[in-house]
């Protein structure tokens, strides 16, 4: 059993950065591939970005275009989000996901996930 816990969130102004955390508790959390979801009102669940279980292999969603950076501190359970060049549309509830354990690879679409935090809202105003 995994638990997952988003922070960082908050209201920013447009051009603006943010760096979300995600704290995991359980075990194994280090054989776990992690992502980054987020989801706005009336639309799907959209990934962000995710990491393998070492960080060897990092995936990014296909709007980012390099505007966000994704890494992991096994050490300290935690997976980070950061986020740059901020837009109003990229206003969202963001949340952190769990695939594993012995996970190979990193999964891009939201079933492939078995653990989800509650999220952390994101607001960006223009």
């Known amino acids: 059993q995994v638990q997952l816990v988003e922070s960082g969130g908050g209201l920013v102004q447009a051009g603006g950065s943010l760096r979300l955390s995600c704290v995991a508790s359980?075990?194994?959390?280090?054989?776990?591939?992690m992502g980054w979801f987020r989801q706005a009102p009336g639309k799907e669940r959209e990934f962000v970005a995710g990491?393998?279980?070492?960080?060897?292999?990092?995936k990014n969603g296909d709007f980012v275009k390099g505007r966000v950076t994704i890494a992991r501190d096994n050490a300290e359970n935690t997976v980070y989000l950061r986020m740059k060049s901020l837009k109003p549309e990229d206003t969202a509830v963001y949340h952190c996901?769990?695939?594993?354990?012995?996970?190979?690879?990193?999964?891009?679409?939201?079933?492939?996930?078995?653990?989800w935090g509650q999220g952390t809202q994101v607001t960006v105003s223009s």
């Open positions: 996901a769990a695939c594993g354990p012995a996970s190979i690879g990193v999964p891009i679409t939201p079933h492939e996930y078995n653990y």
């Open positions: 359980g075990r194994r959390f280090s054989t776990y591939a």
């Open positions: 990491i393998s279980w070492n960080g060897g292999i990092v």
